[in-house]
C-alpha cells in the first residue's frame, strides 16, 4: 500500500512582515498549482557553431503563480491581497502541503479577476489572483508531517 498523502488541506499562507514573521492561511483557496522556476539561458552561437548553442545564466526566474479563492467580502486576508494590487507591496508567502513539504517566496499581486458572473451557469464567486514572485524560493520542507 502507498504511503502517499492527498494534496487536499494544502495551504497558502502570507507573512505579515514583522519579525519574527507570522503567516496567515489565505481563506477558501480552491487551487494552487505548482511554483514552476526556469533557469535563464543566454545564447552563445558563434560562426563556428554548428547548431545553436547556449548555457545557463546562473539567474533563476521564479515566475508567476495563479491561486484562486472563493471570495469572501468584506474579510481581512483577502482584503489584504486586494489592497496589495493597488499599493504594489512585495510580501512573504507559503505554501506548505499535507505531507511536509513546503516552499517560501516573496511576491507582489500582479493581477485580481473575478470570475464570470453567468446565469446559466451558477457557481461561487471566485478570484484568481496572479503574484509575481521575486527573488528565490526557499525550500521549508518539514519532515515531521
Avoid: C, W
Avoid at 28 to 36: G, Y
Avoid at 41 to 47: A, G, N, S, Y
Wanted: proline share 4%; aromatic share 6%.
Amino acid at each position: 500500500m502507498s504511503s502517499a498523502k492527498s494534496n487536499f488541506g494544502t495551504l497558502l499562507k502570507i507573512g505579515d512582515g514583522m519579525t519574527p514573521e507570522v503567516f496567515t492561511t489565505i481563506p477558501e483557496v480552491t487551487l494552487i498549482p505548482a511554483i514552476e522556476e526556469e533557469q535563464e539561458e543566454v545564447e552563445v552561437t558563434h560562426h563556428g557553431s554548428t547548431g545553436k548553442e547556449f548555457i545557463m545564466s546562473g539567474i533563476t526566474d521564479p515566475g508567476e503563480l495563479e491561486f484562486e479563492m472563493n471570495s469572501l467580502y468584506p474579510n481581512t486576508t483577502q482584503d489584504e491581497i486586494r489592497a496589495m494590487k493597488i499599493s504594489g507591496e512585495v510580501a512573504n508567502f507559503q505554501i506548505i502541503r499535507p505531507n511536509g513539504l513546503g516552499k517560501q517566496f516573496s511576491a507582489y499581486v500582479k493581477n485580481i479577476v473575478e470570475n464570470d458572473a453567468d446565469a446559466q451557469s451558477i457557481e461561487a464567486i471566485k478570484e484568481t489572483v496572479t503574484l509575481r514572485l521575486t527573488g528565490g524560493v526557499i525550500d521549508i520542507s518539514d519532515d515531521s508531517l
